[in-house]
């Protein structure tokens, strides 16, 4: 089935990268004084956000795309056998990368579109926690 040029235009328009929630996540971490990586290519799914200095990656994730249980995360009901399998396979895909980073022993965050301020500052306050409870370059801790 070959899409008409109207939705073709359509999904092309929808990014990947650098979205408004990942603008927003973005903006919050740097005014916290956290500094970052973008979309690094040699983490398992390239996460949106990397911070190496904490050991995480955000993925900041559009509700419909990544199913989350949301207004906007349901199935269309249109065509539902195309977008049924297609959105559980993105979801199988992302625990994947999930599990692939927590192998390497990166701590993974997700925030999704619609809960995008109160996930920041949830996040914010869990890197400062970690900021906190990791040893100090001198080895000593926080101590």
Request: hydrophobic content about 35%; charged content about 25%.
């Amino acid at each position: 089935m070959t899409p008409s040029p109207g939705r073709s235009r359509n999904m092309a328009a929808i990014r990947s990268k650098n979205t408004r929630p990942e603008w927003v996540v973005r903006r919050a971490l740097h005014a916290a004084g956290f500094r970052f990586r973008l979309h690094r290519k040699d983490l398992p799914g390239k996460p949106d956000i990397v911070l190496p200095r904490y050991h995480t990656v955000v993925f900041v994730h559009g509700c419909f795309w990544h199913g989350h249980e949301c207004a906007d995360g349901h199935i269309p009901r249109t065509n539902t056998p195309y977008w049924a399998p297609k959105l559980e396979g993105n979801r199988v895909r992302d625990q994947k990368h999930k599990e692939e980073l927590e192998a390497l022993g990166w701590t993974v965050e997700t925030v999704f579109a619609c809960q995008t301020q109160e996930a920041v500052e949830g996040l914010i306050r869990r890197l400062k926690l970690s900021v906190f409870a990791a040893p100090q370059p001198n080895g000593r801790g926080t101590c």
